[in-house]
């Protein structure tokens, strides 16, 4: 036990390279080790993104499947094993199901349903920054320029600073990455960004493991909203005109009847000037309010004649 156990420390030690930490997890799910195959693979991850060389999608892409099929070849069913293959067909579309770990008919027609819903995905910005002097921008070992985009998932981000040195870390792009502060060193912004030039008739193979060429992004333009008008109509402004003129008739009735409670003077109705003035603000009111409801009158019979929109 304690001579597997230390085999077994110095195989990992040795494996903790990422993409020798993938490989080795493989030969372990092969072996039918699949707890070794699950502490290989959690190393693999961080240790992918310091890998000191530009990574292809196919390499990245192996991480994310064997993440998700370890636990099924466990025995589990899970969808955020799933939602792992799901983030490698985005990664790398041309992943092959492999056969040689589990030949299971059924799982591999699943498999390419989800090579055609993954398709579907919304393309998500890389935010690249168009003034980036000598760096190099890499998704999933695909350089990338402003204004490019990948489909929505979890991705490798790469940068090969100016001086050589190559930097990583993963994300799902849904916050903008510091492109720039991945370098150690600060990036010189004064020397010019070098532009890629297309070559309409390249005859070049295309590089083995290659992923998806970068979407166009164009930045969404906010909607425009425009105001619909109001439109009552015109029985139900009659109907309100009429409520609101008698509304006032009433109360400026109300407010005649008010002031005769102080007009008389024999006998006197108030026994204090303060009682007087309290019922004149009384009446002030009610006069006040019969004059804001006939203009509401008014204007919602202006309205029904004129059309009725606001």
């Given amino acids: 036990m304690v001579l597997f156990a230390i085999g077994f420390a110095v195989s990992t030690a040795w494996a903790g390279p990422g993409i020798d ?3 080795a997890a493989r030969q372990a799910l092969v072996d039918g080790d699949t707890e070794r195959a699950s502490m290989l693979l959690m190393q693999a991850r961080p240790n992918l ?11 990245v892409a192996e991480l994310v499947y064997l993440e998700g099929l370890t636990p099924r070849l466990a025995g589990l069913e899970r969808e955020q094993d799933v939602d792992k293959w799901r983030d490698a067909l985005t990664i790398y579309p041309t992943l092959r199901w492999d056969r040689e770990l589990l030949n299971d008919k059924a799982l591999r027609g699943y498999f390419e349903a989800l090579r055609a819903e993954v398709s579907q995905r919304e393309p998500v910005p890389t935010r690249v920054p168009a003034e980036r002097g000598l760096l190099k921008a890499y998704v999933d070992g695909v350089e990338h320029a402003e204004s490019q985009a990948v489909l929505a998932g979890q991705h490798l981000i790469q940068v090969q600073c100016p001086d050589g040195e190559i930097r990583g870390q993963w994300s799902n792009l849904q916050r903008a990455p ?11 912004l004064s020397v010019p960004t070098p532009v890629a030039e297309e070559f309409e008739f390249a005859m070049d193979e295309a590089v083995p493991g290659q992923g998806p060429d970068p979407l166009t992004w164009v930045e969404p333009v906010a909607p425009v909203r425009v105001r619909q008008p109001l439109r009552i109509p015109k029985r139900a402004m009659w109907i309100g005109a009429g409520v609101a003129g008698a509304l006032s008739l009433a109360t400026y009735t109300a407010a005649l009847a008010a002031r005769a409670k102080y007009d008389k003077t024999d006998p006197p109705k108030f026994n204090s ?5 309290s019922q004149r603000r009384k009446t002030n009111r009610l006069v006040g309010a019969s004059g804001g409801l006939m203009l509401v009158a008014g204007g919602l019979g202006v309205a029904a004649v004129v059309g009725g929109e606001f």
């Fill in 273 to 277: 000037v303060s009682e007087l003035e």
């Fill in 178 to 188: 510091e492109w720039l502060e991945l370098c150690p060193n600060p990036v010189d």
């Fill in 21 to 23: 930490g993938v490989l």
């Fill in 49 to 59: 993104a310091s890998e000191t060389q530009i990574l292809t999608a196919k390499q």
